[in-house]
Nanobody, 127 residues
Framework: QVQLVESGGGLVQAGGSLRLSCAVS????????MAWFRQAPGKEREFVAG????????YYADSVKDRFAISRDNAKNTVYLQMNSLKSEDTAVYYC????????????????????WGQGTQVTVSS
């Protein structure tokens, strides 16, 4: 049974930091690109950041570039999202997702190309 379990969400003041974790089990982790998406109230879910199967390259949405950093530890089957300089507009439910590495050197930004999803963790940034 495949499981993606996010943790680390919570309430933080604007300008603060949070680190999200996503522990993955039940699949060969190093065969999957990993990503974080988020969904704010009343909005569609959007791509935030993604990382290649081997950690060789990361991709970011323009809205979080230079503030967020995605990383992975293939020995621990875990992906992380370090979020700094948080803004009220970062408030959302954050989801981690796994996409089988159909391409070795690029990852998708479309939800439909992700095979497995976590249940989400709430991040609330107060201004």
């Amino acid at each position: 049974q495949v499981q993606l379990v996010e943790s680390g969400g919570g309430l933080v003041q604007a300008g603060g930091s949070l680190r999200l974790s996503c522990a993955v089990s039940g699949l060969p982790f190093s065969n999957y690109h990993m990503a974080w998406f988020r969904q704010a109230p009343g909005k569609e879910r959007e791509f935030v950041a993604g990382i290649l199967w081997n950690g060789g390259r990361a991709y970011y949405a323009d809205s979080v570039k230079d503030r967020f950093a995605i990383s992975r530890d293939n020995a621990k089957n875990t992906v992380y999202l370090q979020m700094n300089s948080l803004k009220s507009e970062d408030t959302a439910v954050y989801y981690c997702a796994a996409s089988y590495r159909r391409s070795r050197d690029s990852i998708p930004r479309e939800e439909s190309l992700y095979d497995y999803w976590g249940q989400g963790t709430q991040v609330t940034v107060s201004s």
